[in-house]
């Protein structure tokens, strides 16, 4: 079985400055992890994703994280953010190879205050 | 542009009437597709995994008699929410694998309120 912790529910952080949504996983076999950012009623969209080989992967928008094994964490990070950024965050994981199911952490909501 | 498309985005209905939301992938072929559900400031959750030709997989406490899975075609899933209740108002997404490339591709998702 997998499992993803955003142990994180909010996370208020005040306009061009950094942010860091924390995300462990766990899991006894190999996996992708990705990130999703979903805005107030619309559906997910695909901020970043860790496959393999380098462990700093970067996305849209800014956003950039680092998969490290020894710590099972892929934490999502931004070195500016703008009053836009405010959503929801999930950060989720996959079996690697076939057809599985996606599992998604409970979400951790960005606040930018301007 | 979007590879699976869900239909409706949107609707609302009585309680008792049945729902039908529909899951295509547009331009690939899928075996499998996943239906998620999402409550109102929660996460996503997997409720069962579509198989075409076959039955659906339910995950624990999903009743399969209340929540009909239909993957008849092999771009085609829909889930039916039968008699539905208030309580069975939510944010519903399917997704579906592309020949196991990843990431998987989200519908767009629907939003029931059941009145």
């Known amino acids: 079985a997998q499992s993803v912790t955003q142990l994180d529910s909010q996370v208020p952080v005040f306009e061009e400055a950094p942010v860091e949504l924390r995300c462990n996983y766990s899991?006894?076999?190999?996996?992708?992890l990705f990130w999703y950012v979903q805005y107030p009623n619309q559906g997910l969209q695909l901020l970043l994703k860790y496959l393999s080989g380098s462990t700093l992967v970067k996305g849209i928008n800014g956003f950039e994280a680092e998969f490290n094994k020894s710590q099972t964490s892929f934490h999502l990070r931004k070195p500016s953010v703008h009053i836009s950024d405010t959503a929801e965050y999930f950060c989720?994981?996959?079996?690697?190879?076939?057809?599985?199911?996606?599992?998604f952490g409970t979400g951790t909501k960005l606040q930018v205050i301007p | 542009g979007a590879v699976v498309s869900q239909h409706p985005s949107w609707v609302i209905c009585k309680s008792g009437t049945s729902v039908k939301i529909e899951c295509r992938s547009l331009d690939f072929q899928a075996t499998t597709m996943f239906w998620y559900r999402q409550f109102p400031k929660q996460s996503l959750m997997l409720m069962a995994t579509s198989n075409e030709g076959s039955k659906a997989t339910y995950e624990q406490g999903v009743e399969k008699d209340k929540f009909l899975i239909n993957h008849a075609s092999l771009t085609l899933s829909t889930l039916t929410v039968t008699s539905a209740h208030p309580e069975d108002s939510s944010f519903y997404i399917c997704?579906?694998?592309?020949?196991?490339?990843?990431?998987?591709?989200f519908g767009d998702g629907t939003r029931l309120s059941i009145l």
């Open positions: 997704s579906a694998p592309d020949d196991g490339d990843q990431p998987q591709h």
């Open positions: 989720a994981v996959t079996h690697s190879g076939g057809y599985q199911k996606v599992t």
């Open positions: 899991s006894s076999v190999s996996v992708y």
